[in-house]
Nanobody
Framework: QVQLVESGGGLVQAGGSLRLSCAVS????????YAWYRQAPGKQRELVSS???????KYTDSVKGRFTIFRDNAKNTVYLQMNSLKPEDTAVYYC???????????????WGQGTQVTVSS
């Protein structure tokens, strides 16, 4: 059983930055892909960014150029650096372990508990 624990959320003004962290419990961290999703009130959960085993990345169009996903295999942690935040980025952000290939990212049933990000205007 794998556990994912997110941290780093909070309240920030528009234009500010936050770095989210997702600590993964299993030693098999380095052989899995990961992703960040978000869910705003009244909306469906959406894929924000994903990273492959080898460090390839994908982003949804609305965050390209502002968000960066990266991983530290030595720390079993995946990060999401969020810059130039906008009020529309407000959501609960979730980490997921899954599969990444050329066609996209495929989530597993392993999710973290989520961390709230609120961007004020």
């Amino acid at each position: 059983q794998v556990q994912l624990v997110e941290s780093g959320g909070g309240l920030v003004q528009a234009g500010g930055s936050l770095r989210l962290s997702c600590a993964v419990s299993r030693s098999s961290f380095s052989i899995n892909a990961y992703a960040w999703y978000r869910q705003a009130p009244g909306k469906q959960r959406e894929l924000v960014s994903s990273i492959s085993i080898g460090g390839l990345t994908k982003y949804t169009d609305s965050v390209k150029g502002r968000f960066t996903i990266f991983r530290d295999n030595a720390k079993n942690t995946v990060y999401l650096q969020m810059n130039s935040l906008k009020p529309e980025d407000t959501a609960v952000y979730y980490c997921n372990q899954g599969v990444y290939d050329s066609r996209g990212y495929y989530p597993s049933n392993y999710w973290g508990q989520g961390t709230q990000v609120t961007v004020s205007s």
